[in-house]
């Protein structure tokens, strides 16, 4: 099928309450992108107790927020878990950083004390700590059966834990702590959804990341995307990191 076109839909989660960190970037860099090959794109903002169907749109994206955000969106977002799971086993691409990563999981296990729940929609779970995890981070991911470098910025308490020796992380780390500087993995990757805790934002210094929600979204409406793209100044940006990093 022709992309030119074509019309999608990104579905962003809560800007109001997770918007930490700058990562709106991330759906300006998508929409652009996708703008550059002739695709138009909407980003069609979700708040809390906002219905819509998750089959009508092409990709969902959520960023971090507080503890006392990541509270409320719980109690929105589970009410349309299983809705959610069924469109991620069914393919739906789906971009979730830092704190949305975290909900993903059973629980979150604060350093004072308290527990939050979680999504439950994966075998993990996150246990914060006082010092935090911060700087820039470089790691190695596969994605569509091709290794790919990814760099991005890290800045997280919560340490979280893959308990599933099935689930596979975003990447392996090269430099940097990852989920919880202990394992060498990095973020969660299933199917078409993506968790991590890189920022910066993500997708702008990794054109290969962003490219691959794209062609995902355009495989499902059976759009082929063809058009390659002049990626000189992501790829500068992106081996900048890697410089600092000694890679």
């Known amino acids: 099928m022709n992309s030119a076109n074509e019309h999608f839909v990104i579905a962003h989660m809560y800007p109001d309450l997770m918007n930490l960190y700058g990562d709106w970037g991330n759906l300006i860099c998508i929409k652009r992108r996708m703008e550059w090959r002739g695709l138009t794109c909407e980003i069609r903002s979700i708040g809390l107790e906002q219905s819509f169907q998750m089959k009508d ?7 971090g927020g507080s503890d006392r955000e990541q509270n409320l969106v719980y109690h929105d977002l589970i009410q349309k878990s299983d809705e959610l799971m069924n469109e991620v086993d069914d393919g739906l691409p789906v971009l979730c950083v830092c704190g949305a990563y975290q909900l993903l999981g059973k629980e979150y296990r604060a350093y ?9 929609l994966f075998d993990l779970y996150t246990i914060g ?10 790691i190695e991911s ?10 991005g910025f890290e800045n997280h308490g919560g340490r979280t834990y893959l308990d599933d020796a099935e689930l596979s992380p975003f990447g392996s780390v090269l430099r940097g ?29 990794n054109p290969v990341v962003a490219d691959y929600f ?9 759009v082929i995307i063809q058009q390659e793209l002049d990626d000189q100044i992501e790829n500068f940006a992106h081996q900048q990191v890697k410089e600092k990093l000694g890679l």
């Open 112 to 120: 004072d004390g308290t527990i939050m729940k979680g999504l439950g």
């Open 57 to 63: 749109v092409d990709m969902i994206f959520m960023g």
């Open 142 to 151: 596969e994605l569509d059966e091709d290794k790919a470098s990814v760099v």
């Open 129 to 138: 700590e006082k010092d935090r995890l911060i700087g820039n981070i470089a």
């Open 177 to 205: 702590y990852g989920n919880n500087g202990k394992d060498g993995g990095e973020g969660l990757h299933y199917r078409n959804l993506i968790g991590t805790y890189l920022h910066g934002p993500l997708l702008p210094k």
């Open 214 to 222: 794209i062609r995902n979204m355009a495989k499902r409406k059976g």
